[in-house]
Every structure is written in structure tokens, then in C-alpha cells.
């Protein structure tokens, strides 16, 4: 009992640590989220905060900020538009990934070092060398300002990393795994199929949350290929847009803004108990 006291007072000071840093977090969200709910009257005469004064009186809430942004201002249409870019641009890399990872951790082949490191070295690459040298090659093939151009723009920028730490967890695996298929008559498609991949969903997982907050969020990558074409623009380049158009209007910006954090938001709640079991995947082997 003593030594349970002991450690609950040792660990105390952490953990009001980790409380104190969760509320700075949350604290600009609940501002966030609260505003988006708010007239425009109210949010340009008094704080967000101020709500707590009579937290139970709904007439100081409207839905309206959700509705103009979603149907007038054309939030709706790019969030759709975010969704078709970033399901596929997910999903390409980490197929290709979990190939190579497989290839390179567990296949015998002329130059697999070599290529791994020139892979692994390409994270070194400042993304800003590529745009001018890439849209001009999309502009001669006609790919530019469409989704497959910006599919294939955030596979490839997102390929190395994500083959990186693929590789960290599938070299990790027993290989007694591998031998016992071998020795069964297992062929290479069959081990990755039904060992590598069942096995490498905390991999999975957490590389699906980097690779889709990424893409997400992007707004450089999407500008650079698709431009301001509404037809085919993402929900950043749409609130970057408002910032311009409606500077003033805090309860639309608001609500644009929690739209574009909700469904990440989802994603990442939805996958985190294998967050950390893939972002520790492969620190430590023997």
C-alpha cells in the first residue's frame, strides 16, 4: 500500500504535466468549436467565453454558419473534393510501401541496400526542389489541375517515409514466420499476403493517420497542381480563399475551419490504440 502512495506521489507531477498540456490543447479547439456556433452579433461583441454565463440558454447557438459555409460558400463541395484526393493518395503509397518493406526486408535481390538507402535518403530532399521541375512535366502530360496529377504527387512525396517505416516493422518479424511458411510451401505472394499484412495492421494504422493528416492538411501541394479551381479544390485552399473573402466573418471561418478538423479528428481517435504500437514497431528487436 505504501509503496502504491510512494509511486502515485512520484508520478503526480507528470501527470499534472500531461493534464496542463492537454487543456493548452483543448482550450483553442473548445474556443473553436464554440464560436462556430455563435451569431455573428454575438461573436463580434463579446467572447466565446462568455457563453459559460448561461450555458443552458440555446438561443445564443445557431446552425447557420454550418449552412452557409457548407451550401453557399462551397465548404461542402470541398470537403468532397479533400475525400477524393486523399482516400486514393493514401492508399497508392501504402500499397506500393508494403511491397517494397516486404522486398527489402526479407527478399534477396541484386542492389536491395542500394536502393533502400537512395529511398530512405530521398526524406533528405526538400519538397520545394520538386514543384517547378514536376508541374512542368504535369503541364506537358495534362495532369495538372486534376486528381490523378495530386495522387500521384502525394504518393510520391509520401512514398519514402512510408516505405521507411514499413521496413522498420516488417524487418522486426520473426523469421522463424517466414521459414515455417517456406518449408510448407508457402510462395512469396502467399507469405505476404496471409503473414506480412495480417500482422502489420498496427503498421498500417499508424501510417494511414500520418499519410491522411498529411494530405489532409496540405495546402502547398494542392495549390502548386490543382491551383484555385474550385471544380477540384481541397478544403485548404477553400479556407485560405475565405481568409481573403470573409477576413471578417470569425463565425464562418470557424465553422469551415472545425468542418476540415472533424473527420481527421475521427480518424485518428478511431486508430489510435495502434498509434503507438506502430511508431514503436521495429525500436526494438533480438
Known amino acids: 500500500m505504501i509503496a502504491k502512495q510512494n509511486r502515485f506521489l512520484l508520478s503526480l507531477p507528470l501527470h499534472i504535466f500531461i493534464i496542463l498540456v492537454a487543456l493548452i490543447w483543448i482550450f483553442p479547439t473548445a474556443g473553436l468549436l464554440i464560436t462556430s456556433f455563435r451569431p455573428a452579433s454575438e461573436v463580434a461583441s463579446s467572447g466565446w467565453w462568455t457563453v459559460f454565463a448561461n450555458p443552458f440558454d440555446f438561443t445564443q447557438f445557431t446552425l447557420s454558419n454550418y449552412k452557409d459555409v457548407i451550401t453557399n460558400i462551397g465548404i461542402g463541395r470541398a470537403f468532397v473534393n479533400t475525400l477524393i484526393i486523399t482516400i486514393p493518395a493514401c492508399i497508392i503509397p501504402i500499397i506500393i510501401a508494403s511491397f517494397a518493406a516486404y522486398a527489402f526486408a526479407w527478399m534477396e535481390f541484386w542492389g536491395r541496400r542500394f536502393f533502400f538507402i537512395l529511398f530512405v535518403g530521398l526524406l533528405v530532399v526538400p519538397l520545394q526542389m520538386t514543384l517547378i521541375p514536376i ?14 496529377g495530386i495522387w500521384l504527387a502525394h504518393a510520391g512525396y509520401g512514398l519514402p517515409l512510408v516505405i521507411y517505416l514499413m521496413y522498420n516493422f516488417v524487418s522486426g518479424l520473426p523469421s522463424e514466420i ?29 501510417i494511414t493517420i500520418f499519410q491522411f493528416i498529411w494530405v489532409w492538411n496540405d495546402l502547398l501541394v494542392a495549390l502548386v497542381y490543382l491551383g484555385g479551381t474550385p471544380d477540384v479544390a481541397p478544403l485548404t485552399v477553400r479556407i485560405s480563399a475565405l481568409v481573403g473573402s470573409y477576413g471578417q466573418n470569425w463565425e464562418l ?34
Open 135 to 148: 508541374l512542368r512535366i504535369f503541364n506537358q502530360l495534362g495532369l495538372s489541375g486534376s486528381f490523378l
Open 178 to 206: 517466414f521459414e515455417s511458411a517456406t518449408i510448407d510451401g508457402a510462395t512469396t505472394f502467399q507469405i505476404f499476403k496471409s503473414i506480412v499484412l495480417p500482422l502489420s495492421v498496427p503498421a498500417l494504422a499508424s
Open 253 to 286: 471561418l470557424t465553422a469551415a475551419a472545425f468542418v476540415s478538423m472533424l473527420l481527421p479528428l475521427i480518424i485518428f481517435l478511431s486508430l489510435q490504440r495502434y498509434f503507438v504500437r506502430g511508431i514503436l514497431a521495429g525500436s526494438i528487436k533480438g
